[in-house]
């Protein structure tokens, strides 16, 4: 037996509902500071090392000579 054109319509329709309903509560049970872990970035900026004057401007003349060595 297939399904009719509308029947199908009105399947995908509730499925993209459900989808948007289950987005919701997911995004409302979480909190802003939880950060899923597919998500998670590296360390804090003021977890990083501080670069000194001097190993800055070596990074940046290294990056020019990559630009012109490429």
């Known amino acids: ?6 029947s199908k319509l009105l399947i995908l329709s509730l499925l993209v509902l459900f989808g948007f309903i289950g987005a919701a509560v997911v ?3 979480t ?3 939880e950060v899923p872990s597919t998500f998670a970035r590296g360390p804090a900026v003021t977890e990083a090392p501080v670069n000194t ?3 800055a401007v ?3 003349g290294q990056r020019v000579m990559n ?3 490429t």
């Open 31 to 33: 909190s802003d500071h």
């Open 27 to 29: 995004s409302a049970t």
């Open 1 to 6: 037996m297939c399904a009719s054109a509308s």
């Open 58 to 60: 070596k990074s940046w």
């Open 53 to 55: 004057e001097e190993e």
């Open 67 to 69: 630009i012109f060595h």
